[in-house]
């Protein structure tokens, strides 16, 4: 059986209202019932038969005498264990005719807990341990054999949902009720001390090593058979993944889940109780044996009221923690923050010195020994693209004068507006020839 997803299950419970309710008498009254269906071998019980299994109950118990008429209280004893899930009503007469009862799961399951004695001991679980062995291995011969879906349904899936779910659950069982015996016999060696302080060592004793013993064979079953029960799964597991059987594969799954929570319910308990078995035997010995009579028991204690002279007090100190060892990265130290040292004054780098307007003048000379015929084109071959636009700009003008002092100018009434270079506009002088002028040295 597949576990449910805990959230949706509680969350199923909750909306539904799910609730038990059941008082002293209410228990009593199913366990007559349960009691009287397995001596007398009945399923169910008519109205007439819960009337007197009731009346029985309450004349034993002597409990709800004087309120009212035993029909009545029977009454509603039976509508509050149905609206609980614990009666079910098996005919379908509906009302017209007295009805039909038997006890739920539910109810067999709670008086089967205070009734039977499940305890898990040697013998039950090499009983129950080779049985669920020879069901594996039945199911893995039925895995070599299976042929059809069919086959898988009925000699696989159907004894691992089945057979091998409720054998694996009666040892489940059975651990639990050895948990609650357990926490019987730790009631009872408490209770021993209490009654007989220094005379109880012995049993207690006994009782401790006798505990011991029987969870070590235990727990040495569940190792032995909990190998074997996990061989054969996982060799299940195998052939319904080779056959692609994913619902065997399921079942085998959760039954693997389900035998490996067995042994490792042996491994906890023994764990457990070695640590109880080993803080009992120190008290015994550091504190009973120490003191047979009690006497320093009973001056603590007059000590601590405060009876004995000056009032004390106890101080617990708690335990250290457990020390983690972890892996540390080992990080670099982190450098000191600290500004950049900048020079006071920049160096002085060593170049030629160069005049601009003397290199303009030059190149202006140029183009008009080359044949220019005009201010645009001496501007468009001195401003040359390669600068920037401003450069240009700043230059133009200076181009105008240098050209006025370097050469002849035709002065004309109209002096058109043409273009002399990407984004420069100037207006035209027209030159009539070779410069006639000489830059001064």
């Known amino acids: 059986m597949s576990a449910l997803d805990p959230r949706?299950?509680?969350?199923?419970?909750?909306?539904?209202?799910?609730?038990?309710?059941?008082?002293?008498?209410?228990?009593?009254?199913?366990?007559?019932?349960?009691?009287?269906?397995?001596?007398?071998?009945?399923?169910?019980?008519?109205?007439?038969?819960?009337?007197?299994?009731?009346?029985?109950?309450?004349?034993?118990?002597?409990?709800?005498?004087?309120?009212?008429?035993?029909?009545?209280?029977?009454?509603?004893?039976?509508?509050?264990?149905?609206?609980?899930?614990?009666?079910?009503?098996?005919?379908?007469?509906?009302?017209?005719?007295?009805?039909?009862?038997?006890?739920?799961?539910?109810?067999?399951?709670?008086?089967?807990?205070?009734?039977?004695?499940?305890?898990?001991?040697?013998?039950?679980?090499?009983?129950?341990?080779?049985?669920?062995?020879?069901?594996?291995?039945?199911?893995?011969?039925?895995?070599?054999?299976?042929?059809?879906?069919?086959?898988?349904?009925?000699?696989?899936?159907?004894?691992?949902?089945?057979?091998?779910?409720?054998?694996?659950?009666?040892?489940?069982?059975?651990?639990?009720?050895?948990?609650?015996?357990?926490?019987?016999?730790?009631?009872?060696?408490?209770?021993?001390?209490?009654?007989?302080?220094?005379?109880?060592?012995?049993?207690?004793?006994?009782?401790?090593?006798?505990?011991?013993?029987?969870?070590?064979?235990?727990?040495?079953?569940?190792?032995?058979?909990?190998?074997?029960?996990?061989?054969?799964?996982?060799?299940?597991?195998?052939?319904?993944?080779?056959?692609?059987?994913?619902?065997?594969e399921r079942a085998a799954r959760d039954a693997l889940d389900q035998v490996e929570r067995l042994a490792a319910w042996g491994a906890a308990r023994q764990r457990a109780w070695s640590d109880y078995h080993e803080w009992v035997h120190r008290y015994l010995r550091d504190v009973v044996r120490l003191d047979p009579s009690r006497t320093l028991v009973h001056r603590l204690r007059e000590q601590l009221a405060g009876r004995a002279g000056k009032r004390y007090a106890l101080t617990i100190a708690s335990a250290a923690p457990f020390t983690l060892l972890r892996s540390v990265a080992v990080e670099a130290p982190k450098p000191v923050v600290k500004s950049p040292k900048k020079e006071r004054e920049p160096k002085l780098a060593s170049e030629v010195p160069t005049n601009p307007d003397a290199e303009l003048q030059a190149s202006i000379g140029a183009a008009l020994a080359a044949g220019a015929t005009g201010l645009a084109e001496v501007t468009a071959q001195v401003c040359t693209p390669d600068v920037d636009i401003d450069t240009r700009f700043r230059a133009a003008g200076k181009v105008a004068q240098i050209v006025s002092d370097l050469a002849s100018v035709e002065v004309v009434a109209e002096r058109p507006w043409v273009a002399a270079g990407e984004g420069i506009v100037v207006e035209d002088w027209p030159i009539t020839g070779n410069p006639v002028k000489e830059t001064a040295s």
Request: charged share 30%.
């Open 8 to 248: 949706t299950l509680v969350t199923s419970l909750h909306r539904r209202g799910v609730a038990l309710e059941l008082h002293t008498l209410d228990l009593c009254f199913l366990a007559a019932l349960h009691v009287r269906a397995e001596r007398s071998g009945m399923s169910s019980f008519q109205e007439d038969q819960l009337l007197d299994v009731f009346d029985q109950v309450v004349a034993l118990t002597k409990e709800g005498r004087g309120e009212g008429g035993a029909k009545k209280r029977a009454t509603h004893v039976v509508r509050r264990l149905r609206d609980q899930k614990l009666l079910v009503r098996v005919d379908g007469a509906g009302v017209t005719r007295a009805g039909e009862y038997a006890l739920t799961r539910l109810a067999t399951g709670i008086i089967g807990f205070y009734l039977e004695d499940d305890a898990l001991t040697r013998e039950s679980l090499d009983v129950l341990a080779g049985t669920l062995t020879a069901c594996l291995e039945g199911v893995l011969a039925a895995t070599r054999a299976a042929d059809s879906e069919e086959a898988w349904r009925t000699g696989v899936i159907g004894p691992l949902r089945v057979t091998i779910f409720e054998l694996a659950g009666g040892i489940e069982r059975r651990q639990r009720g050895f948990d609650l015996q357990q926490e019987e016999f730790q009631r009872e060696i408490a209770a021993l001390l209490a009654a007989d302080w220094f005379g109880a060592v012995e049993r207690c004793t006994k009782l401790l090593d006798t505990t011991s013993a029987m969870l070590h064979e235990l727990n040495d079953i569940l190792l032995r058979h909990g190998h074997r029960f996990g061989e054969l799964l996982q060799e299940v597991l195998e052939r319904a993944g080779d056959a692609e059987q994913e619902e065997a």
